[in-house]
């Protein structure tokens, strides 16, 4: 995919952590993956070949930092690096899940600032933009001196839940910094039914605790909202409040399953009828667990990006 006179072809690239999803992304955008091999040196090195010629193009490289992060990040800052090398004009960090999201605050003093020692990283391997999806804080744009292209799942997400009522449904944010995700896809899916936000503190690490609860649920089909899956403490916790407070059912929509060994196990065996995610981290449907693709926004936004690329390049040369 190319602008005559502007910038070059659109070449997109993935490392290891999720090639299904940017496969997808591809023929979402009519092509297919540029030849790369990313692999590993016998002591555990990473090592990245290109294949193709990138002089001039503008290439796309896909890879969230999932579990496990540090391997999955790395990988993607060796692959910025070799695209940089390789000439491409305009190198796009397509980071479907960004790791180390939970940590862009210091609780104490002593702590580091991890997802912004991570943008750093990004921009010094290469990156010239950045597209992500649902960050937990969204702060951390703020920590890059590039264009950030921060998406959103909800609209893939509401699909999943089409036809449900705003007489019969109610939206739950499992603590208070889902609220504007639940608002989010309460427009989506049920507009006017009632928001409910459900407090939470943690007593203990990966140990959650229900403080208080804002909002009606009873009667209704509770849809908790959340960004993250990975203890599934928080969803459970909130799970049980609602259905205490009298809803009728109880189901959970987030964008990325992390899934912390067990989990899935732990969830599958809750009162949860239907929890749906997203593919920005490779998992298998199971039982109650459903995933959609988001594929499609992703390569919307790359369409998006690559146009106003090609636009910019056309003018420079024109002037």
């Given at each position: 995919?190319?602008?005559p006179?502007?910038?070059?072809?659109?070449?997109v690239?993935?490392?290891?952590?999720?090639?299904?999803l940017a496969?997808a992304?591809?023929?979402?955008?009519g092509t297919t993956?540029?030849?790369?091999?990313?692999?590993?040196?016998?002591d555990?090195?990473?090592q990245?070949?290109?294949?193709?010629?990138?002089?001039?193009?503008?290439?796309?490289?896909?890879?969230p930092t999932s579990?496990?992060v540090?391997?999955?990040?790395?990988?993607?800052l060796i692959?910025?690096?070799?695209?940089?090398?390789?000439?491409?004009?305009?190198?796009?960090?397509v980071?479907p899940?960004?790791?180390?999201?939970?940590?862009?605050?210091r609780?104490?003093?002593?702590?580091?600032?991890?997802a912004r020692l991570?943008?750093?990283?990004?921009?010094?391997?290469?990156?010239d933009?950045i597209?992500?999806?649902d960050?937990?804080?969204?702060?951390?744009?703020?920590?890059?001196?590039?264009?950030?292209?921060h998406?959103?799942?909800?609209?893939?997400l509401a699909?999943?839940?089409?036809?449900a009522?705003?007489?019969?449904v109610?939206?739950?944010?499992?603590?208070?910094?889902?609220?504007?995700?639940?608002e989010t896809?309460q427009r989506?899916?049920?507009p006017?039914a009632?928001?409910?936000?459900?407090?939470?503190?943690?007593?203990?690490?990966?140990?959650v605790?229900?403080?208080?609860?804002?909002?009606e649920v009873?009667?209704?089909h509770?849809i908790?909202?959340?960004?993250?899956?990975?203890?599934?403490?928080t969803?459970?916790?909130?799970?049980?409040?609602?259905?205490?407070?009298?809803?009728?059912s109880?189901?959970?929509?987030?964008t990325?399953g992390?899934?912390?060994?067990?989990?899935?196990?732990?969830?599958?065996?809750?009162p949860?009828?239907?929890?749906?995610v997203?593919?920005?981290i490779?998992?298998?449907?199971?039982?109650?667990?459903?995933?959609?693709?988001?594929?499609?926004v992703f390569a919307?936004a790359?369409?998006?990006?690559h146009?106003?690329?090609?636009?910019?390049?056309?003018a420079a040369l024109?002037s």
């Amino acid at each position: 995919m190319s602008v005559p006179g502007g910038i070059g072809s659109l070449m997109v690239f993935t490392g290891n952590a999720n090639p299904a999803l940017a496969a997808a992304i591809a023929r979402e955008l009519g092509t297919t993956l540029s030849a790369a091999t990313v692999s590993a040196f016998r002591d555990g090195e990473t090592q990245v070949l290109i294949h193709d010629d990138l002089r001039g193009h503008d290439v796309f490289a896909i890879q969230p930092t999932s579990p496990p992060v540090n391997h999955n990040l790395v990988e993607l800052l060796i692959m910025l690096d070799a695209v940089r090398r390789s000439g491409a004009a305009r190198r796009t960090a397509v980071v479907p899940y960004y790791g180390y999201a939970r940590q862009e605050r210091r609780v104490t003093p002593q702590e580091p600032i991890s997802a912004r020692l991570v943008a750093d990283l990004l921009t010094v391997a290469g990156a010239d933009q950045i597209v992500t999806m649902d960050l937990s804080a969204g702060a951390i744009e703020g920590f890059f001196d590039l264009p950030v292209e921060h998406l959103q799942a909800a609209p893939v997400l509401a699909q999943a839940f089409a036809g449900a009522s705003a007489d019969d449904v109610a939206i739950v944010a499992p603590d208070i910094g889902a609220v504007k995700r639940a608002e989010t896809f309460q427009r989506l899916v049920a507009p006017g039914a009632p928001v409910v936000v459900v407090f939470k503190e943690r007593p203990a690490p990966d140990r959650v605790a229900v403080s208080e609860m804002v909002g009606e649920v009873r009667g209704r089909h509770a849809i908790l909202v959340d960004d993250i899956i990975s203890t599934g403490g928080t969803l459970l916790a909130a799970a049980e409040t609602v259905l205490e407070h009298g809803a009728r059912s109880v189901s959970a929509a987030a964008t990325h399953g992390v899934f912390a060994p067990g989990a899935l196990e732990a969830l599958e065996a809750s009162p949860l009828e239907r929890i749906v995610v997203t593919d920005t981290i490779p998992v298998e449907p199971r039982g109650r667990l459903e995933v959609v693709s988001v594929a499609s926004v992703f390569a919307r936004a790359i369409e998006r990006i690559h146009g106003v690329g090609a636009a910019e390049r056309q003018a420079a040369l024109a002037s």
